[in-house]
């Protein structure tokens, strides 16, 4: 009786880990809404958004800042976003708001064959041009990429590779996740991976291996050209193209600063005019941002 009361706490414990697991991506930061007065033209400000005190800086790579009014939904960048992504395909890829990285989830959910990608293309690739294959937890590079993983090292602060520190070998699976099995998570190695394909360099990093209904083997991750304005997807106007909304900054599009004030602007378009319901939703690491109106 004394053991199966033992073991009966220990998996009392353990289901409670399980169930109270925390994901560590996404922010706690407080996204405080101005909304603006807006007319029927076409530059208009529609709102200027700040942080409640007690902020973290927050990488523009990982931001989606999307405005929804009049049964529309209009992505706010510092230049580009992604067209309507299909929703049902395998591989899912959208341009953050800083308008070069793109937030990709991969569907490996089949245990018989593997999903393709292709990250200059950020679409579905085939098994004869891709860029890495998954299923489940598996996930390998095609022959011929070139790569290496960056520890400890975070996406935003990878900016130069040298070539000659790069592997050639792709037969073995990425080790690109540690097992928790206290809380039973994948949880991906905390580093960036960069890789050759085609003469460019690109890098990657994995954010998680669930989707936003916790399901897993969604794997999801961010890519960009480590020099942007090389990156084939962005070049095609079938996958990227002006954003109608624009993010305007007394800062980068690197970080938006804890302290620093942004507004969103119309760029040629109508979003929003006179008495129009506008709602903004923001999403970091692909987890929802808390957002206060102001009155």
Request: charged letters at 20%; aromatic letters at 10%; a negative charge.
């Amino acid at each position: 009786m004394a053991t199966a009361l033992v073991a009966t706490i220990v998996l009392a414990a353990w289901a409670y880990q399980v169930v109270s697991y925390e994901s560590p991506l996404g922010t706690d930061n407080v996204v405080v809404v101005d909304r603006s007065s807006t007319s029927n033209g076409s530059n208009d400000v529609l709102a200027t958004l700040s942080f409640q005190d007690g902020a973290e800086d927050l990488d523009w790579a990982s931001m989606l800042i999307e405005i929804e009014a009049n049964d529309q939904s209009y992505t706010c960048s510092f230049g580009s976003q992604s067209v309507d992504a299909d929703e049902s395909g395998k591989v899912i890829s959208r341009l953050s708001s800083d308008g070069v990285t793109f937030s990709t989830t991969i569907d490996a959910t089949s245990e018989e064959t593997f999903t393709y990608i292709s990250v200059p293309m950020q679409k579905e690739a085939n098994e004869s041009m891709y860029t890495i294959r998954a299923s489940k937890t598996d996930v390998f590079l095609s022959e011929g990429v070139k790569w290496m993983f960056v520890s400890d090292t975070a996406f935003q602060d990878v900016t130069s590779v040298n070539e000659s520190e790069m592997s050639n070998s792709t037969t073995d699976r990425l080790e690109w996740y540690t097992y928790d099995l206290a809380a039973h998570r994948i949880t991906p190695n905390q580093g960036t991976y960069v890789l050759l394909q085609g003469g460019i360099f690109y890098k990657m990093q994995f954010l998680s291996y669930y989707n936003e209904n916790d399901e897993s083997r969604y794997i999801s991750m961010l890519t960009s050209a480590i020099a942007s304005e090389e990156h084939p997807a962005l070049q095609d106007p079938t996958l990227v193209i002006p954003s109608p909304c624009l993010i305007e900054t007394s800062g980068g599009s690197v970080q938006w600063n804890a302290s620093e004030s942004i507004s969103l602007r119309e760029q040629n378009a109508n979003i929003c005019g006179e008495n129009c319901a506008m709602d903004i939703k923001i999403t970091y690491e692909m987890i929802a941002v808390k957002t206060e109106n102001t009155e």
